[in-house]
Structure formats: structure tokens, C-alpha cells
């Protein structure tokens, strides 16, 4: 059983070693900080001051969205979603609906909302920056894929798989969204018909909150009923305490990620290819899984997150691979106030939760995952990193933070991402949309990503995974959906 190291003494008094330590270092540390800062607060005058910046627009990209430039061609930052709706596409109407809603938005001063959509990014003077696009066209970035339509669900999963991985033309803003004219429907026999546009982000120009948000608030259609997105506080501790955390454990948190032995899994160690395979679960109803979780006492993260663990573990069985103690995944933990604002940013800490794949029991596997949940929950761990990327990123070269969070990122087998969604069906142009589902984007040698995205009282769960890692992903939602039915059984919990 997992304890919470924040309660632990000796926890305590190793953080308080560490920090010992580093002030001891500070007179050495400090004048190497203060060099790299003038001479990063020099570049960015002469970033200013630069043509580009003179006869156009030119930002310089902010320190927690810089850090996801640091990508590979192995694995791309880009975020893919995909929002399936109900009628025929009208790429024109759409192509208008984002110019209006989103590209030529503006704020109460008339300044654009959203001008990083207009802009590509670049390096100026080792700095990465954002540059008007030459000449920015909308229908370079929202267009109808050309390829064979899709006649089966096996055949939209291979066009997502293939564009989920492609490059976005680095001399355009780094979004697109690809239409798929028609896609199979569950019940042809009724004459209805659906489509599909694929969202592609890069993680530099926002997070998974964020994007939803945007999504929301400014691309779909408005609804009186639509209310604003909420967050739960960070820990559930004021700013204060959540600062004083940080910096008592910072240090330690930092010295043993960088210590952390890496996963060892037939899930994690080889290689990426860079190719990518997708795939999703079924829609399961929230409401089944809030009984469940009543049930056992527990919150829907711990149920879903268990499930997972349990999903993972038959996988490995299934296919005669070893089974490792647990799998460690990498979390975003968003950290923006109780209410959003409009802004396209990064604002997040990271966490590794360890899953539990060696219980074979649901149960106790559900109550070691609450354990280590509740144990998170209390940790400045999410602070911790966002400070440190704000500060390395701000200050040292690329030479330096590229191989620092490299190894800081391989030392996890997977990203998991978990974002609710609004509860309500959304319409866009008018038109229903029946299904949302996102795919992460992984960092270094991590091969694979899962998401859970909640959506109109459905959960879905997504997945990508890298060739090299799992050749086909199909089969893990579906034994995601079978631990949920198995819980819910063990439970006596019924569906309505």
C-alpha cells in the first residue's frame, strides 16, 4: 500500500537535506543563473528590436510553451482530436465559422485573441519565436482529406493512425483540422450520415484544458445553456501553502526524478519509430461508473485509472509478455485558478502515478490505486515541475534543458491525459456532434499515450501507440471496457 510521502519523517528530513544543500550551492548557482538571465533578457531586446518584429509581429514564445519545441521527428508535440458529426461537411461554411469565431476574435481593447493562430514558430538568436505567417490563409489550415473514404470503423482508425503522426508544414501556424467527408455509420439503414475532422495542435500553442476551452467557449455553436468551465483548486490549498510545499520539497522532488530508475516493461525501453497506430474504447456511461465508484467508496479517477492498470495487465498476459510491479505514468495536473480565462497557454504541473498491473484482483487493485491517488493529491510535485520548466526554460540553453527533460521523461512508459468535457451535446454550424476523443502527444522514447475524455454523460478512452511498442493497439479499450463491466460486477452495480 502506497503512503503518503508528504507524512512520511523520513521524506521530511531527506527534502530538508536536499534544500540544505542547494543553499549551500547558492553562491555558485546564483551568479551562473544571473548570466544566463541578462544574457537571455540581451537576445530577447535584439528579438524585438529585429526586423521582423519592426515590419510585422513577433513574440517571443513563452518559457512553458517552449519546452514542447523540443520535440523529435520520433515523437511529434502535436495533440490529435477527433469530433465526429451528424450531416455532410460544408468545408466553406467551416472555414468561415473559424475565421469569424476564432481568427479575427478579439478582446474588449481590439486587440486578436488568438494571434499565435496566425503565426509559426522559428529561432532567433537560440530563441524560439513566433513570426506572422506571410501570407496567412485559412484554407491552408482547415481542408478536406483526399484520400479513399473510409468504409469501415478498422478503416477511419488507419487515417487517423496516418495523419496522427505527420509533420504540419513548419512555414504555417502549427494547427490544422482535416475533414473526412463521410465516415461509416452505426445504422446505414436509416439514411443517416456523419462526418469527421481531425484537430491537430502542437502542444506549444496550448494545453488539453485549454484547447477545450477554446473549443467550447469560441468554435462551437453557443448554447444559453452553456456554463463555464470550472476547476477544483490544485490540492485544494491556497497559493501560499501550495508556494511554501514547492519550495521545502522542490529540490528532493527534483534530485529523484532525475534519479528515478527508468520503466522496465515490454511496454517501454525500445526504440520509437515514430510511426503511429490509434484506436478508442466504446462509449461507457458515466453514470455506470459513478455507481461504481459510490460503490466502492472511491472517485471515478481511482475506478478508471485501476481500470486502466487492469486493461494493461491482461494485455501483457494475453500476449505471454512479463508482467512489471506497476507502470508509471506521466499526468498532467492542470493548475489554472477556479475559473478559465480565454487564453491559449500551457498551465500545468506533471505527476507519475504508478499503476498497479501485478493485482490480479479488481478490488484491491482499485484500493492500492486509491492509495496512491490520495498520495498525489497532497504532492507539490505538479508545482514543482511547472516552476522548474518556467525557470529552466527562461534561463538555460537548449543544450542544457533538452537533455534534462529527456531523461526526466523516459523514466515513465506512458502520458495519460484525463480531461472532462462539457455534458451536454454541442452543435456546430448546426450539427450535432456525437463523439469526442483526443490522443496525447508522448516526449523522448515513450511510446505510448492514453486519454480519457468525458463527454454529454459518455466516457471514452483513446489511445496511440508507437510501432515499435504495440503493433496494434485495437484490443486495450476494449479490455478497458471489459475491467469496467467486470468491477461493476463484483460490485453489483447495474446499469440502468
Not at 61 to 66: L, S
Amino acid at each position: 500500500m502506497a503512503v503518503n510521502p508528504i507524512k512520511s519523517v523520513l521524506y521530511y528530513v531527506s527534502a530538508l537535506l536536499v534544500l540544505l544543500g542547494l543553499i549551500l550551492l547558492l553562491p555558485v548557482l546564483l551568479p551562473i543563473s544571473l548570466y544566463f538571465r541578462i544574457y537571455r533578457l540581451v537576445l530577447k531586446r535584439m528579438i524585438l528590436n529585429s526586423p521582423d518584429a519592426v515590419k510585422g509581429h513577433a513574440d517571443l514564445v513563452p518559457a512553458g510553451d517552449a519546452i514542447w519545441l523540443q520535440d523529435s521527428p520520433e515523437n511529434k508535440a502535436i495533440i490529435n482530436a477527433i469530433a465526429v458529426l451528424k450531416g455532410r461537411p460544408d468545408i466553406a461554411k467551416l472555414q468561415q465559422i473559424l475565421m469569424d469565431r476564432l481568427i479575427n476574435a478579439k478582446n474588449s481593447k481590439g486587440e486578436l485573441l488568438y494571434r499565435k493562430l496566425q503565426q509559426k514558430f522559428v529561432k532567433k538568436y537560440h530563441r524560439d519565436v513566433f513570426i506572422d505567417e506571410d501570407n496567412f490563409d485559412i484554407k491552408d489550415h482547415v481542408y478536406q482529406y483526399e484520400g479513399a473514404l473510409p468504409k469501415t470503423k478498422n478503416d477511419v482508425q488507419k487515417i487517423i493512425s496516418m495523419l496522427s503522426w505527420r509533420a504540419i508544414d513548419p512555414e504555417k501556424a502549427a494547427w490544422e483540422i482535416i475533414v473526412i467527408p463521410e465516415i461509416p455509420v452505426d445504422d446505414p439503414d436509416d439514411g443517416s450520415c456523419e462526418y469527421a475532422f481531425l484537430l491537430r495542435f502542437h502542444h506549444a500553442l496550448a494545453d488539453g484544458m485549454s484547447l477545450v476551452k477554446l473549443f467550447i467557449t469560441r468554435i462551437v455553436d453557443k448554447d444559453p445553456s452553456d456554463q463555464k468551465i470550472t476547476n477544483k483548486n490544485f490540492g485544494g490549498q491556497n497559493k501560499v501553502a501550495q508556494l511554501a510545499m514547492a519550495a521545502l520539497f522542490g529540490p528532493y522532488i527534483l534530485l529523484e526524478r532525475i534519479l528515478w530508475p527508468a520503466d522496465d516493461s515490454a511496454l517501454h525501453g525500445p526504440e520509437v519509430s515514430g510511426e503511429k497506430n490509434v484506436a478508442w474504447s466504446r462509449p461507457i456511461d458515466l453514470a455506470l461508473i459513478k455507481k461504481i465508484k459510490n460503490a466502492a467508496k472511491a472517485t471515478v479517477n481511482d475506478v478508471l485509472m485501476a481500470c486502466l492498470g487492469g486493461a494493461l495487465r491482461k494485455h501483457l498476459t494475453d500476449n505471454d509478455l512479463p508482467v512489471p510491479e506497476s507502470m508509471l505514468a506521466m499526468i498532467p495536473v492542470d493548475l489554472r485558478g477556479p475559473v478559465m480565462d480565454e487564453a491559449l497557454e500551457n498551465h500545468f504541473g506533471l505527476v507519475y502515478l504508478p499503476l498497479p498491473t501485478n493485482i490480479e484482483d479488481p478490488m484491491q487493485r482499485l484500493k492500492y490505486t486509491k492509495s496512491n491517488m490520495d498520495a498525489i493529491k497532497s504532492s507539490p510535485e505538479p508545482l514543482v515541475s511547472e516552476l522548474m520548466i518556467k525557470y529552466s526554460m527562461s534561463r538555460f540553453p537548449t543544450a542544457l534543458t533538452r537533455p534534462l527533460y529527456k531523461a526526466i521523461s523516459e523514466k515513465s512508459t506512458m502520458v495519460l491525459s484525463n480531461v472532462p468535457g462539457p455534458q451536454h451535446v454541442l452543435r456546430l454550424g448546426g450539427q450535432a456532434i456525437t463523439t469526442l476523443i483526443f490522443w496525447p502527444p508522448q516526449k523522448a522514447n515513450v511510446g505510448l499515450g492514453i486519454s480519457i475524455l468525458s463527454y454529454a454523460g459518455e466516457v471514452r478512452m483513446g489511445l496511440i501507440a508507437d510501432k515499435a511498442v504495440i503493433a496494434d493497439p485495437g484490443p486495450i479499450p476494449e479490455l478497458f471496457e471489459q475491467q469496467i463491466k467486470t468491477m461493476a460486477k463484483l460490485l453489483n452495480v447495474k446499469n440502468d
